[in-house]
């Protein structure tokens, strides 16, 4: 949120609200229909690009830079030669994945929040913090 980076990368992020998680982390331990299996939590996957929009919309105004253009690939490329970390970004560019929830959803009934909410949620606790 300090524009650290010039823009992002052309992959996407997947998470969750940690609020979400302890919902369902509570009903495994509760609900007997859960026993012995296993349970994903992903509230969201969508472009990188597509969060850094949520961020610009939300806090651009507050003094917050959040770059919103998405670097070419072969720039990316390029840093992770000089850029360890950056080489696991540029292994996944262009790469969609979708993680089902499906057995969260039919055992326990748990929708999770909405993924705007979170994102914002998430960069106000940063804020409030003092971490950005």
Known sequence: MHAEVPGVSRTQLDFVDV?????????????????????????????????????H???????FRIPNRILPDFVIRLIALFIPKVKAVADNLGRTYIFSTEQARSVFGW?????????IGMAE???????V
């Open 111 to 119: 929708q999770p929040r909405p993924y705007k909410q979170t994102v």
């Open 125 to 131: 606790s940063l804020i409030e913090y003092g971490l």
């Open 19 to 55: 609020r979400d998680l302890v919902e369902v982390l509570g009903k495994a331990l509760t609900v007997p229909e859960a026993a012995g299996k296993r349970f994903l939590c992903n509230g969201a996957s969508i472009p990188m690009i597509e969060f850094a929009n949520i961020l």
């Open 57 to 63: 919309q939300n806090f651009s105004k507050r003094g």
